[in-house]
């Protein structure tokens, strides 16, 4: 039996019919149509389903959508402002942190998490940041440079705006 | 280095900005109007009869409009085509815990799982055999009727004497290996979208790197000739070999649309993911090496039964590959191989990255590392005697146009202290090299046929701008952006400037696919060719408007002029309106062939051939917790020979990520196969592969090359630097604990009971 509930995702609101075991991460994809969230397994081990749940990773494949309610739920295509690019996206072009692209939204957005609580962290702590988030392609060694030089680009901003 | 203007740029993926912006579409993204769901029902038995399936109950589920089994799909397929052993859905029989009997099309994901449920299969389970070596003395266990012993395919290759060259050696070391079952663990699961337009049409999108296979063996399963069959690849979330093989996702999607008249799609789950499997082969190998004094490698004897699973998949190619691999990257005058490949009732083994050369390189270099001990030489020393050179031929006939290898393996010893090093640290603590190398492409397509493995259209007009179309399918590897950097090179323009068009059978013109690390050197000169063809026709007209002769024509920047003295400078854009104004629409082709190299009355020695080759070498530190038994790989110190890389970033990429696969497959990947068959890991949780936590400090090196056989000097640089991983950690592990593993992974409880048993000696 379908229940009606309203899920915020990016800033809108979407009302959904859902059944109670409906996950969050084919909620997303399937009825709202937001595709950037990847499914890699199904069992909350790959990281790639990742989106920001009041600013906390969450793994969208092993939460429900009926328990995501009243949360502000963000996810890959919320990041950017219109056609610029957020510093962490930017970044992952810039440093070819991007193979295959699977892993990257989750990635990118356990990196968002990561920065919004650490905006300098070292490279052990980004390592540990993004450990729930598996890729098969790069070798994570420019994803750790990509967040890094994130880091540094968001940094640079805050000194800007406190000058 | 050459002078090039794009070539050598390390410029972002131009799939990149849509990558991060979750925009880029991979095939469980398409949606169609009226798309229904497919799923597939497994096998719970590894080894059994299927007597009977009924259906009846599933079908009177509302919501479930189709269901199907092998019997609606009896034609065998297979990537060999010589051999095919596989089908869309098991047909008579099971043969490994897993694989599908039955599918369904429901309108949602749920309803067609419910069908599975309601879908009876009455078994007769027959006697199962896990183990290659078993396998091969187990009468009771008949897998293919054909395949006495249950031996699909036995190879014999020898190359001089080795018998006199055992003999007349100074020194000789025995010893076996064995590999174990390991999974690519792309992180995209399959998926399939098909659909069957009103005139019979189909379309399959599919995450599938082989685009041209899929399209043959549609054509083939469902009957239909392959012009009324189009397979189109959208964005492919990695595949490492394992997308290169139909999957049944691929023909059940087909099938079911066939059927329901639906645009069906199948997309796995992660345990479908390691039922289809296709990853490694495990081997087990011994190997001999009989060396003169003075450490040159005199002879290689090498006995290697590959555990093949259920079906043939690439059986017998890697089967031959093992074998030539032996024959490089050092001299050896003579030479034997003996392969079996065994079916076993396991999910099918096949082409993963580095595919045949990964487990005969783990035996060799550690061998040549002992060898070297034994002779009282440096282990760098001895494979720098034996390393090949530009133009050195193997015994196996196999020419390598162009090699750097010695470089490679002086740069990595150089950039990690090596020699310094080595022998030298505290227990616990070692440092080991290792070296490797690998095909950029074959010489051979899998069926007869001497058409070019690849091929490239431009087309040039003032609407669209530059347009490259080819068949080379991007699957993460990054070609999207090399290909169009080879034709701006050669245009003059800037890679931006070209749009590409690519991975889609009836879009663009045919390329193989994207494997044996073949589509930077083959499909890149098919492109090259194609630009030099634009080239040549616009020249012509842009001769006469700049009032020079058109071979002494260059175009930089877009901008063609002179080469020989400054003058009037044409726009490029501006040329190709003058051209089209004259002579009507501006195309042209490009394809390429590489050379039919082999050896007659050799079984298999055609595999192997290669137009010409990547190599590299490797240094590995590694710190073993003599507590835990816990390796911690610190650095790797590589060094590789790609030719000149088109786009260095991405080289890097390719060599970062190779190294820390090899690192999983050396320390801790491995699929556990329970006594009845059932795979007990076959999840992302249980099957570990490499975090970000576990990854080594990584110093890779391009060394200064360049092949003058290949567009714009550049090899493979994707599966070569995955060769020296394994047996660079091994080696280091001998060198921190002095003790020599012989079975992959090298896992704690290994590292402990070895310890224990050194200890009681």
């Given at each position: ?7 915020n995702i990016?800033?809108?609101?979407f009302?959904l ?15 709202v ?8 397994c ?5 990281g790639a ?9 969450v793994?969208s ?14 996810t890959?295509?919320?990041l ?9 996206q ?6 070819g942190a ?5 892993c990257?939204?989750?990635?990118i957005?356990?990196?968002?998490a ?9 490279e ?5 940041g ?12 420019k ?18 705006r406190?000058r | 280095?050459?002078d090039f203007?794009v070539?050598?740029k ?21 949606l ?7 799923k ?5 038995h ?5 007597k009977?399936?009924?259906?009846d ?10 269901v199907i089994?092998?019997?609606?799909a009896?034609q065998?397929y ?10 869309a859905?098991?047909v ?13 099309a ?10 599975l ?5 009455e078994?007769e ?12 003395e187990?009468?009771d ?25 055992m ?6 070391l ?6 174990s ?16 337009e ?9 995450s ?5 296979y ?19 690849v959208?964005?492919?979330g ?17 099938l079911?649309?066939?059927r329901?008249?639906h645009?069906?799609?199948v997309?796995?789950?992660?345990s ?9 082969h ?8 009989g ?10 004897d090498?006995d ?9 998949g690439?059986?017998?190619v890697?089967?031959?590959?093992t074998a ?5 990257p ?8 003996r392969g079996?490949r ?20 783990f ?10 001990k034994e ?21 196996s ?20 202290g090596?020699r310094e ?8 603590k070692?440092i080991?090299l290792?070296?490797g190398?690998?095909?950029s492409g ?6 007869m ?10 087309r040039?007009d003032?609407e669209g701008?530059?347009?490259l179309?080819t068949?080379?399918?991007d699957?993460?590897q ?21 749009h590409?068009?690519?991975?889609d ?18 499909a890149?000169?098919a ?6 063809g ?5 020249y012509e ?5 700049l ?11 877009g ?10 400078v ?9 051209y ?7 195309s042209?082709?490009?394809h ?8 007659k ?6 595999i192997g051939q ?14 073993v ?14 060094a ?15 060599v970062?990520?190779?190294i ?14 329970s006594?009845?068959g ?8 249980d ?8 990854i ?19 090899k ?11 047996p660079?950690?091994a ?10 593993f ?6 704690p ?13």
């Amino acid at each position: 039996m379908k229940k009606l509930i309203t899920l915020n995702i990016n800033g809108q609101d979407f009302d959904l019919a859902v059944s109670p075991r409906d996950l969050l991460v084919d909620v997303i994809r399937k009825k709202v149509g937001l595709t950037g969230t990847k499914k890699g397994c199904g069992q909350g081990d790959c990281g790639a389903c990742t989106v920001l749940m009041d600013g906390h990773p969450v793994l969208s494949c092993i939460t429900l959508a009926v328990a995501s309610q009243g949360k502000k739920i963000q996810t890959i295509e919320g990041l950017s402002e219109g056609e610029k690019l957020h510093p962490i996206q930017e970044s992952f072009v810039e440093q070819g942190a991007v193979q295959c692209g699977y892993c990257t939204p989750g990635m990118i957005l356990s990196a968002k998490a990561l920065l919004d609580r650490n905006p300098d962290p070292s490279e052990e702590e980004i390592k540990q940041g993004i450990a729930g988030n598996l890729c098969r392609c790069t070798g994570y060694k420019k994803i750790v440079k990509a967040i890094s030089a994130a880091a540094e680009k968001l940094g640079g901003k805050e000194e800007e705006r406190v000058r | 280095m050459k002078d090039f203007a794009v070539v050598g740029k390390s410029l972002p993926r131009v799939d990149a900005p849509a990558k991060v912006r979750g925009e880029a579409l991979y095939t469980d993204d398409l949606l169609l109007p009226h798309m229904v769901y497919g799923k597939i029902k497994r096998s719970p038995h590894a080894h059994a009869v299927i007597k009977k399936i009924r259906y009846d109950k599933a079908l009177e589920l509302p919501g479930v409009l189709a269901v199907i089994t092998g019997d609606d799909a009896p034609q065998a397929y297979g990537i060999v085509p010589q051999a095919p052993t596989e089908y869309a859905l098991a047909v008579g029989k099971v043969r490994y815990a897993g694989e599908g009997v039955a599918a369904v099309a429901a309108v949602d994901e749920e309803t067609a799982e419910e069908a599975l449920e309601r879908i009876e299969v009455e078994y007769e389970v027959l006697p199962a055999v896990f183990d290659p070596v078993e396998a091969l003395e187990r009468q009771d266990v008949v897998i293919h009727a054909k395949a006495k012993n249950n031996m699909m395919y036995e190879g014999k290759q020898e190359f001089g004497d080795v018998d006199k060259a055992m003999a007349e050696a100074d020194f000789v070391l025995e010893r076996s290996f064995k590999t174990s079952y390991v999974n690519h663990a792309f992180l995209e699961p399959h998926s399939a979208l098909a659909h069957f337009e009103a005139n019979g049409f189909l379309t399959v999108y599919s995450s599938t790197q082989i685009p041209h296979y899929l399209h043959r063996t549609l054509s083939l399963v469902l009957d239909l000739p392959m012009n009324k069959i189009r397979v189109s690849v959208p964005m492919v979330g990695g595949g490492f070999g394992g997308k290169g093989e139909v999957a049944s996702s691929e023909l059940c999607a087909a099938l079911l649309a066939q059927r329901t008249g639906h645009p069906v799609k199948v997309t796995y789950e992660r345990s479908e993911v390691f039922a289809q499997h296709k990853g490694r082969h495990p081997c087990v190998m011994t190997m001999k090496i009989g060396v003169s004094q003075d450490g040159t490698i005199q002879a290689i004897d090498f006995d290697n039964i590959l555990d093949g699973g259920a079906y043939g998949g690439w059986g017998i190619v890697v089967l031959f590959y093992t074998a030539a691999m032996i024959h490089l990257p050092y001299q050896v005058p003579n030479a034997r191989f003996r392969g079996r490949r065994v079916y076993t009732n396991k999910p099918t083994t096949g082409a993963m990255r580095g595919l045949g050369g990964v487990q005969p390189r783990f035996a060799m270099e550690s061998m040549l590392e002992d060898i070297a001990k034994e002779l009282g030489m440096s282990p760098y020393d001895l494979r720098l005697k034996n390393a090949v050179e530009s133009g050195y031929t193997t015994k196996s006939n196999v020419y390598v146009p162009h090699s750097e290898f010695k470089k490679c393996l002086q740069t990595a010893v150089e950039r990690s202290g090596y020699r310094e090093k080595q022998g030298k640290l505290p227990l616990g603590k070692g440092i080991g090299l290792a070296g490797g190398y690998y095909i950029s492409g074959t010489a051979y397509t899998l069926y007869m046929s001497y058409k070019p493995h690849s091929s490239a259209l431009i087309r040039v007009d003032t609407e669209g701008g530059i347009i490259l179309y080819t068949g080379a399918t991007d699957i993460g590897q990054g070609s999207n952006t090399v290909l169009p950097m080879i034709a701006a090179e050669e245009l003059g323009v800037r890679a931006d400037d070209i749009h590409i068009v690519s991975g889609d059978t009836q879009l663009t013109p045919f390329d193989l696919g994207s494997f044996a690390s073949r589509v930077t050197y083959g499909a890149g000169q098919a492109v090259r060719m194609a630009a030099q063809g634009i080239n040549k026709q616009l020249y012509e007209v842009a001769a006469v408007e700049l009032g020079v002769r058109a071979d002494q024509l260059i175009c930089r920047e877009g901008k063609i002029y002179s080469q020989y003295e400054p003058g009037p400078v044409l726009d490029f854009m501006a040329a190709v309106a003058k051209y089209i104004d004259a002579k009507g629409p501006l195309s042209a082709m490009g394809h390429y062939s590489p050379p039919r190299k082999g050896m007659k009355g050799v079984q298999g020695a055609n595999i192997g051939q290669s137009p010409t080759f990547g190599f590299s070498a490797q240094v590995t530190e590694v710190d073993v917790d003599l507590e835990t038994g816990k390796v911690k790989v610190l650095k790797v110190t590589e060094a590789g020979d790609c030719g000149q890389p088109i786009n260095p970033m991405s080289v890097e990429g390719q060599v970062e990520g190779s190294i820390v696969m090899g690192m999983g497959q050396a320390l801790f990947e491995e699929i556990k196969v329970s006594p009845d068959g059932r795979l007990l890991n076959a999840s992302l949780h249980d099957y570990k592969i490499p975090t970000a936590v576990d990854i080594p400090e990584i110093d890779s090196t391009i060394v200064d090359s360049y092949d003058p056989t290949a567009p714009f000097g550049a090899k493979e640089s994707g599966e070569g630097p995955i060769q020296p991983v394994i047996p660079a950690i091994a080696n280091a592990i001998c060198d921190a604990i002095g003790v020599r593993f012989l079975e992959l992974p090298i896992t704690p409880e290994k590292i402990l009971q070895a310890l224990k048993e050194k200890k009681e000696r």
